[in-house]
Structure formats: C-alpha cells, structure tokens
C-alpha cells in the first residue's frame, strides 16, 4: 500500500506500542531547568528509554509546570511534539499522543486553574477579558460545529473582539475557516491549533501567525495577505490558492497544486516534496526585487529522526505551469529533476543574489522546525555551496525577458 507521494506505508511500523504505567520517578530531573535544555536533555535519554521511564518523563515535565509555570511545560512539549527524533523502542505515535495528551491536561487546567499565561473557556459564548497582552485563552473545539453560524471560527472572531489576541485551540476535529473573518492589520494575533483542523485554516490572514502542531487539510492559506503560517506536517489541496503575501512553512509534503494563481509576494518553504502543478499560474514578481517564491527541499525522515533526501525532489509534472513570474528553488544537488517536469518554466543560474533572498527564509525555517542550514548544504557529507545545492527555476516567458534585456544592454 502506497500514500499518495507513492511511498510505501508500513501498516505494522517498527517499536514498542504497550505503553505501560510510569515509574515512580523519572529518569530525568528538571527543576530550574531552561526549556531548550529540558527538551535536549529528553532526546539524549529517550533512545535508551523503557515505556514505564518514558511516561515517568512526561509526567514530570507536567508536574514541573506547578514551579516553573504553564508556559515553561509548553514550550517544553511543543517541541517534543513537533520535531522529529529518535525514539528509540517505542513507537513513535504512540509517544506523540502521550505527549499531545500531557500537553492538553496541562492547558485545559487553565479552565479552573488560570494563570498569567493561560486561561479557560468555560463554555461556548464565555468571554472573559485578558488580563495582558501574553496571556492565551484555551478554546475546546468539541462543543461547536466544524462551520456555520454558531461555527468555532466565528467564536474566535468574537474573542478577538472581545480583546484576546493569543488562541490555543484543542480537539480540533475538522473544524473549518479557524483565522478567517478577522480583518486587517492583524499582526498582534497569535493562534496554536492542536487535533485534526479542518479546511480553509489561516485562509484571508492580514498579519497574524499561525501555527498547526501536526498535519493540515485543503486550502490553507488560501488568499493569505500578509503574516506567518507554519504547519508542522503535511498540507492537502490547493495549499496557498491566490495566495498574496506572507511566510508559509510546510514540514513535510504538500498534495496537488499548491500555490496556484498566486500573485505579489508570497515566500513558501516545502520541507519535503509536492504532487502535480507546482505553482501553476504563478505571478508573483521577480523575487529578486521583493517578489514571491517558493522552496522545495525534497526532504524526508527516517524512523529515528535522521533527515533524508528523497530519491527526486519532486516527482510530479507541470512544475510552473503556465507561470508568469516569481520563481521555484528546488534543492537538487544530483540534477534529478528534467526539462520534461516543466511545462512554462525553465532552469536558469542561482546566483549569490538569489540565495540573498533564499538563505534568510531558510534560517526561519531553521527556527521553526530545527532543520540546520548546514545540512541542507550538506551533499554526500561535504558542505557545497548554494549553487551546487539548488536550482532555480522560473517561468519561460521572464527568461525570454531576461535574455532580451542583456542583448538590449549590450546593443548599447
């Protein structure tokens, strides 16, 4: 049985699944401890840890949070749920839920227990006011609609309203349109969303940040304007439709036409790969002068965390169709991709100019998912340099332009 990319789905996947109960006490001791250090600290020890230590573990990173605060036990398994490591013995779903469950225990506490950072939503229509600016209001999806009038997504329009400026979303299942409907200029908003999101997530963002703690549907970021969007796993359908501007980061794969008919500025990073029509109809500017462009890695990981680079980067066709502007750097160190995948577009030199415009978004991208700039420079273990690395591509019609310019220059 094979995905929708064609790769091969393990229906009995390696590591040990009979989670059992925690010890006594964890293995790993936290107090006073920085959460980037707590989190380094859990990925040195949990390869050789047994099921028992590892539920200790997590269990003592949520009882930590009565020292050192929600916001400290947050940071610390938001990271262990969204990077990818080795797990050594245990299967690595069944980790994640454990983490994914601590993680909800400890912020839906906030409903009876709030703090400076994190306070509860009693029920559907509870609006209470922030009291600052940092603190976050915990919304349990499971109670309203996935759309419609009484919809989740217009709640947290009514919250904004009402003041609030950071969402934690919970138990999404299928819930449509989350960071739609709240108009411009809204660069001060932050929304976290955790479960199974359904269609149209940050679609029409002016500003805000957004962030999807595992896989996304069809239509994110459809017409986003401006803002940040960061999904940590794959995307569906459509992703980025007329898009116009703003950062958006995928960390795994993206399904068919992503980023068509997209126009201005928009800057994407694909951590891994994508289906057919690639930035079909793509017209956003030259992005050497401020214009739109997207990177395509061609990335995977293996069972203990190790990133890889697929045997193509992209193993679709109609890449750029019918584009007239922007670009697509695509990560190729052996020249997998041909002329035939193409169809409007064409290989042309990366040049120092470009990896300008390139190298920042990837720094980003660091941030976000821990993926070194270095080791996608890296090729058969020699560090290369961006243009042996990349190749850039862009639309038939700019190189003509391109070519015709210089020919105007020299006729001079």
């Not at 309203?144 to 997504?153: I, K, N, Q, V």
Request: net charge negative; proline share 6%; glycine share 12%.
């Amino acid at each position: 049985m094979t995905n929708k990319f064609g790769d091969v789905v393990d229906t009995h996947p390696t590591g040990d699944y009979m989670s059992t109960y925690a010890t006594e006490e964890s293995p790993l001791g936290f107090s006073d401890t920085d959460p980037l250090l707590a989190y380094q600290s859990v990925l040195e020890a949990l390869p050789h840890m047994s099921w028992p230590e590892a539920l200790a573990t997590i269990e003592a990173i949520e009882e930590n949070s009565s020292s050192a605060g929600r916001e400290w036990t947050w940071e610390v398994l938001t990271l262990l749920l969204d990077r990818m490591y080795d797990t050594g013995s245990l299967r690595r779903s069944r980790w994640l839920d454990s983490v994914e469950a601590s993680l909800i225990r400890t912020t839906y506490a906030a409903r009876h227990q709030p703090c400076d950072g994190f306070i509860g939503q009693m029920a559907p229509g509870h609006r209470p006011s922030p009291t600052s600016e940092n603190q976050r209001i915990v919304v349990d999806a499971r109670p309203y609609p996935p759309e419609g009038t009484d919809s989740l997504a217009l709640e947290l329009v009514a919250l904004h309203e009402a003041g609030w400026k950071r969402f934690l979303i919970l138990h999404c299942r299928g819930h449509r349109f989350i960071g739609n409907g709240f108009g411009p200029d809204t660069s001060d908003v932050e929304i976290d969303v955790l479960g199974a999101v359904g269609d149209y997530l940050g679609s029409g963002s002016d500003g805000m940040r957004i962030t999807m703690h595992g896989n996304a549907q069809d239509q994110v970021a459809q017409i986003h304007k401006t803002g940040e969007l960061v999904v940590h796993g794959d995307v569906g359908q459509c992703y980025g439709y007329g898009a116009k501007g703003g950062r958006l980061f995928v960390l795994g794969n993206a399904a068919g036409r992503p980023m068509i008919n997209a126009v201005g500025s928009p800057k994407v990073v694909i951590n891994g790969t994508a289906l057919d029509y690639l930035a079909e109809s793509f017209m956003a500017g030259d992005p050497l002068e401020g214009g739109g462009f997207v990177i395509i890695n061609g990335m995977m990981f293996d069972q203990r965390g190790e990133m890889l680079s697929l045997e193509t980067p992209y193993p679709g066709g109609n890449l750029f169709s019918l584009a007239s502007g922007g670009a697509i750097y695509v990560r190729d160190p052996h020249k997998r991709l041909s002329d035939s995948q193409l169809n409007g577009g064409a290989f042309t030199e990366m040049t120092d100019l470009d990896w300008a415009v390139v190298e920042p978004l990837l720094q980003r991208n660091e941030e976000h998912f821990g993926i070194p700039l270095q080791r996608l420079l890296t090729v058969d273990g020699e560090v290369a340099s961006p243009a042996e690395v990349y190749r850039k591509i862009i639309p038939v019609k700019s190189k003509m332009l391109h070519a015709e310019a210089a020919w105007a220059g020299h006729a001079d």
